[in-house]
């Protein structure tokens, strides 16, 4: 028998049972998420009992109406997603978001089939630049929902322009006039205390471009200058390049695209917000500031 056989064959009592599942959120999770990962081999008995209590706490808070029975291919390539990052919170959680997402009729018209493949190519600290970019709808959500906000923390405001954050590019000018890129891409991100390896943060954002996560916008830029002027005036090293006429400061900006907003609403946690801070330790850091 092959795999595809015993998945079908796993989905195939759950399906007519469909009525009754649906009627409790509780058994749903058994039968549409827990059976199949534990038959399809995707977590280890050790950590089944963690995964379940998690998805039962997701899943709870779906509207009963809501709950619909996942499809099995949907339901592989998650879980076969879900097998290489269980060690990983980061992309765990975002696993398991995307599992909850598939069996929620109130996310349909966000959920793509895609979304677990693209998962899979993601670090974990790519993960949390999209957590991050999303912070603003995430912190509007709890607004218009009357929930708690976090305390004594910086909010996403203090970075983030209608989802879009100042990023600037430094040329070299040449003396027959080319212009060579010296510094690409300079955000505030290497600086954020959610990032694990900064010095990595220009890979990330191609990464994240390539799969069309991100747009990285460099012939058009936010228009209030205040979001630029952090960067411009305040780090050691732009700061030389203002007023020095062998350089040319270009501003732009960064944001989800249609399909980042929508994988975000599918995989980010919509009930908090995460504390962001900037550590100045790595203003001075040359792996860091060296990223040409």
């Known amino acids: 028998m092959t795999q595809e056989d ?19 959120p509780i058994k749903a999770i058994k039968y549409f998420i827990l059976d199949p990962i534990i038959k399809y081999n995707i977590a280890k008995e050790s950590e089944y009992k963690e995964l379940e209590k998690e998805l039962e706490k997701k899943i709870q808070g779906i509207k009963k109406e809501n709950l619909k029975e996942a499809k099995v291919r949907v339901l592989a390539n998650i879980n076969e997603g879900l097998k290489y990052s269980i060690d990983d919170s980061e992309l765990k959680e975002a696993f398991l978001n995307l599992l909850k997402s598939s069996i929620d009729k109130s ?10 493949e693209i998962l899979k190519q993601l670090e974990p600290d790519e993960a949390r630049i ?11 959500f709890l607004i218009e929902n009357k929930l708690p906000l976090p305390t004594n923390m910086i909010y996403p405001f203090s970075f983030i322009e209608n ?3 100042p990023k600037i590019d430094v040329f070299k000018m040449t ?3 080319a212009h060579n890129q010296y510094i690409k891409n300079f955000t505030w991100l290497s600086f954020l205390n959610f990032i ?13 471009q390539r799969l069309n996560i991100i747009e990285i916008e460099s012939q058009k830029y936010i228009a209030n200058e205040i979001f630029y002027k952090s960067i411009l005036t305040e780090h ?13 400061i270009e501003k732009g900006y960064i944001q989800l695209t249609t399909v980042g907003k929508n ?3 599918c995989c980010c946690n919509y009930d908090k917000l995460k504390e962001y801070k900037i550590i100045d330790e790595r203003f001075f850091d040359e792996k860091i500031l060296n990223q040409d």
């Open 6 to 24: 015993i998945i079908l064959n796993i989905m195939e009592e759950p399906c007519k049972e469909i009525g009754n599942a649906i009627s409790q």
């Open 107 to 116: 996310k349909e018209n966000e959920f793509h089939v895609s979304f677990s």
């Open 130 to 140: 999209i957590e991050y970019l999303n912070s603003g709808d995430v912190f509007r």
């Open 163 to 165: 989802g879009r954050i």
């Open 175 to 177: 003396s027959n006039g």
């Open 196 to 208: 694990e390896t900064p010095e990595k943060i220009n890979i990330y954002l191609d990464n994240l």
């Open 236 to 248: 050691p090293k732009v700061k030389t390049f203002i007023n020095d006429p062998n350089y040319q």
């Open 263 to 265: 994988l975000a609403k």
